[in-house]
């Protein structure tokens, strides 16, 4: 680790979920302190190392807010803390609403009170709906497909909006799936992403699904650009080392690999790496899930350290292994 660098400190939202930690470890390992904010609704106290602060609570409570920014020499911020399951967003509009838009307004506000100018935002693909291309880059349209998409692109609205009336330095991280760990003890826990439902239900003797396998692709299944959370931590740190340098960033960059794989690939390389010998069961499509989007990621690979260094079986396996090690999908 290198040395700590004095009077500079920025808060993570969302810092005990399983992005969120990732990304407080790489900003530890760069000798930058870290405040989190989080609610603990799908993050967890042990994802937090005890030397970090941990504030318990929501970006959408004003007081949460003014706690986490009050009087630890925040300097910038890395907004991940929301709600995030697009499935899901379809049928709860108003939660999801109410998380990622009105918490990132009351977020903005708190940093406007206590003169904090830097924020690292982290959107979606989903922002880009079904693409009209094969290949998206930042510049192509935006048409997001679910209330989870909708939020993410007013989300990164926001953000162009206060930095036209209060000079904000800012700019948005449009990932897309991301997967993997980068250490044991940090996994990815949510029910609803594909690695967690499908070492579940490996791990249970029961056989994994696909969510539709009738879309217009090769294989009839969704393609997506897979990403392993350490690659994406690094970039988030890059992004706010740059801020924190003055560096002018572009608004939006894209965090994919250019290249993408199906679900049933995925699962291809799940039988690979577990030894496990399985054929997926067929159920019906999610709704607003887009058949296929994949990322250009050549514009932050020039400006925010962003790179592809592990493959599927290196994503499939970093998951697996540490599950392995601990013998359960539960976390503290």
Same mark, same amino acid.
């Given at each position: 680790m290198l040395d700590r660098v004095e009077g500079v400190s920025w808060l993570v939202t969302g810092g005990a979920g399983y992005i969120g930690s990732?990304?407080?470890?790489?900003?530890?390992n760069e000798g930058i302190d870290c405040v989190v904010l989080d609610d603990l609704s799908s993050g967890h106290r042990s994802f937090v190392s005890e030397s970090v602060p941990l504030?318990?609570?929501?970006i959408v409570d004003e007081a949460a807010v003014d706690e986490a920014l009050d009087g630890r020499e925040v300097t910038g911020v890395v907004h991940l803390a929301g709600f995030k399951y697009a499935g899901v967003s379809v049928t709860r509009p108003l939660h999801t609403y109410t998380q990622n838009v009105s918490g990132t307004v009351t977020l903005l506000a708190g940093m406007a009170r206590h003169g904090v100018n830097k924020i690292v935002f982290s959107s979606s693909a989903s922002v880009y709906g079904t693409p009209e291309t094969d290949r998206v880059t930042e510049q192509s349209p935006t048409r997001p497909e679910s209330p989870y998409g909708e939020?993410? /692109?007013i989300g990164e609205w926001l953000l162009a909006d206060q930095a036209k009336a209060t000079g904000l330095s800012h700019t948005s991280l449009r990932y897309f799936n991301v997967v993997g760990s980068g250490t044991p003890e940090l996994r990815d826990t949510s029910p609803h992403n594909l690695f967690p439902i499908v070492f579940d239900q490996l791990a249970t003797d029961r056989t994994p699904y696909i969510n539709g396998d009738d879309y217009p692709t090769a294989d009839g299944t969704c393609v997506r650009d897979y990403v392993h959370v350490a690659d994406l931590a690094t970039s988030h740190v890059a992004a706010a080392q740059a801020l924190e340098a003055g560096?002018? /960033?572009e608004f939006v960059y894209n965090l994919g690999s250019g290249e993408g794989l199906s679900v049933r690939q995925i699962m291809e390389? !799940? !039988?690979?790496?577990?030894?496990?010998?399985?054929?997926?069961q067929i159920k019906p499509r999610r709704p607003g899930d887009p058949a296929v989007i994949v990322a250009d990621g050549a514009l932050a690979a020039c400006d925010i350290d962003w790179q592809m260094r592990h493959s599927v079986d290196d994503m499939v396996r970093s998951a697996w292994e540490p599950r392995e090690a601990v013998g359960s999908s539960s976390a503290d």
């Open positions: 990732h990304v407080v470890r790489a900003f530890e504030v318990v609570g929501s939020t993410k /692109l560096t002018e /960033l390389a !799940a !039988a690979r790496v577990t030894g496990i010998d399985f054929t997926p």
